[in-house]
Each structure stands twice: as C-alpha cells, then as structure tokens.
C-alpha cells in the first residue's frame, strides 16, 4: 500500500474521529440539559404543592409517598434525598430560564453543589467562577472547602461593589483584581517544613509550579523568576514574574520568610514602575505586586495605602491550618473589613 493510500486513510480517520467527539460532546449537553430542567420541574412541581400546605410534615410525607410511588414505576434513582435536591434547586432558581441558562456550562452535579451555598453572592461567585474557569466537580468541591470565596479581596468589600464585579464577570467575563488575588495562599504542597530559605520557597514554587498556578488561578502564566532589573548600573532580582490574561497584565511577586515590613512598599514600586516602563506592552494593564510573607499586620498594610500603589500583600501557608480555625479567621477578617468600609 502506498504512501498516499495510507495518508488519506490516516485523514478519513482523523475527520471520523473528530465527528464522533463532536456529536458525543453534543448528546452529552443534550442530556445534561434535559436531566436538568427535568429535575428542576419536578422541584418546582413539588414546591408548588407543598406551598398549598404549609405545615412541614405534609411536605415530608408527599416527598416519601413521591419518593416511593416513583422507584416502583422508574427503579433507582428517585430517593428521598434525590427530590429534596430537585426541590432545592426549584427553591434556588425560582425562575425557568436562569435554570436553561445554567445547563449550558454546568452539569447537574455542579448545580447541585453550589445550590446549598445559602449566601446569595457566594454562590453567585461559585456560578460564574465556576462558568469561567470551567472547573470539574472535584475543583468545584475543592474550591468551596479551601474557602475560596472568603480568601479574596472581593469577599471583603460592599455588596454593592461584589455585586457591580460579579455582573462584570457574568456579563462580559471581565475579572477584576479583587475576583483574583486571594489572602491567605495554602502552598502546603511545596513539602516545606521546619526551616527553610527564600530561595528554597522559591525553587520549591518553582518545582511544583503547576500546583502553584493552580492555587493562586488558572489565568496566570509564568514568565520569569529571579527577573535582573537594572537601575543606574545597579541589578535588584524580581523574585517571581507572571502574566494574568484575563487582566491583562504583569504580575511581580515577591517572597519574604517572615512578617511583612513597610520597607517591602518601596522596593514593589521601584520593580512596577520599571515594569511599567519597560515592560509593559501597548494595550496591557498596570502592573500588580503581590508580596507573600509568613504573616502581616493589617494595620501597617491600611496606613500604607498599599491598594494606592497597586500593590496586594497577603499571607501564605506551607501546612493547612485547622478548618474550623480557618473558618472562623477569615470570617472575623470579613467582618471587620466591611465595618472600616460602613465607618
């Protein structure tokens, strides 16, 4: 068999193989959207039904006697359990046609994870996080035990300024820096322990890079580390050089052992604005700094005016802390942010 025989056997192959995935990816979104608006008119069926009586054990009784009426007739599948989850997404996403939306990106199982999130905007920030970076199940789930939502910025702020982000991203999948950078960082997968040196944290990165892409998001690229910045004959080194798509701009990060030091200020500035002059592209945003430390004081980062800069601190940890611990850390921070904003 000649050569040429085999090279369009090989292409018939190819172009077979493409027009099978392409219509199993599209049975795959046709299922998924079925199955999902039917759980969600059979939640809303349910709902209906049990708002004409109000009292909670009449609810209960029609989900079992439902429950049971219909593994007779389809089998597995249809638990109790499983039409209280149609009921929560009926409860949810009261309106139809937010529901269609959301088959289109997220499978039911995603759907049913971040339906139980009870804050409004967290669970708005998981929709389109989730849309945007086109997490898996297991990311997802991740995602919302690390706590995801309260270690960035914008968790922080006004609602009406979570609000204003967050229609940013649904509408025209534009990320803000407050969506992005995320205080504390977990890099527990480095394997660092006891004691270590700068430069061990930042091989260490280096080594499981990908891990720690994954960690502080997936829109940042790497470019450089230990970046030479020269300055009237004198060479400073940029720990660690990245690029944000979605931001669209440089992202200089420095790594310090210890507690942040208001001297890390001038040193961030002096490496963006030679960013800014000589790196920087036509078309791309400022500069970011983001200078991890073992630990800061919040009040040297406010008198700072570091966010005036354009710079982001934020902590980071080599072992997981305690998750209730964590929890409780991060919701007094929340707190206490937004009570200086209302002051």
Not at 60 to 84: C, F, N, P
Not at 154 to 175: A, V, Y
Request: charge should be neutral.
């Amino acid at each position: 068999m000649n050569s040429k025989i085999l090279k369009n056997q090989d292409n018939l192959f190819v172009d077979i193989k493409v027009l099978i995935d392409q219509s199993k990816q599209q049975i795959a979104v046709t299922v998924n959207s079925t199955i999902t608006m039917l759980y969600w008119q059979v939640g809303n069926r349910i709902k209906t039904d049990i708002l004409q009586n109000k009292r909670a054990e009449y609810g209960q009784e029609i989900i079992k006697q439902l429950s049971a009426d219909l593994t007779e007739q389809y089998g597995k599948g249809w638990s109790e359990k499983h039409l209280r989850h149609c009921l929560r997404t009926a409860e949810t996403f009261p309106d139809a046609e937010i529901v269609s939306t959301l088959w289109r990106q997220l499978s039911w199982s995603h759907i049913k994870i971040i339906q139980y999130i009870e804050d409004e905007l967290k669970r708005e920030f998981y929709l389109e996080m989730c849309k945007l970076e086109r997490w898996s199940v297991r990311v997802l789930e991740n995602r919302i035990s690390s706590m995801l939502y309260e270690r960035t910025a914008i968790s922080k702020k006004p609602k009406e300024t979570i609000k204003h982000d967050l229609k940013l991203l649904k509408n025209e999948q534009k990320l803000t820096p407050d969506l992005v950078f995320r205080d504390p960082y977990f890099l527990e997968f480095l394997g660092l322990r006891d004691k270590y040196s700068e430069k061990d944290l930042e091989m260490a990165i280096i080594v499981e890079l990908q891990n720690f892409i994954i960690e502080i998001g997936s829109d940042f690229a790497f470019m450089d580390r230990q970046k030479r910045i020269s300055i009237d004959n004198e060479d400073y080194y940029l720990d660690l050089l990245f690029y944000h798509r979605r931001l669209k701009c440089l992202v200089a990060i420095e790594l310090k052992l210890g507690k942040f030091e208001a001297a890390y200020k001038g040193q961030m500035e002096l490496y963006l604005r030679w960013l800014d002059k000589y790196m920087k592209l036509d078309g791309e945003n400022t500069p970011i700094g983001l200078i991890l430390c073992a630990g800061k004081s919040n009040e040297h980062v406010e008198l700072l005016q570091l966010e005036n800069s354009n710079i982001k601190v934020a902590d980071y940890l080599i072992q997981l802390p305690d998750k209730h611990l964590l929890e409780q850390k991060l919701r007094t921070a929340i707190e206490i942010a937004k009570q200086k904003l209302d002051i």
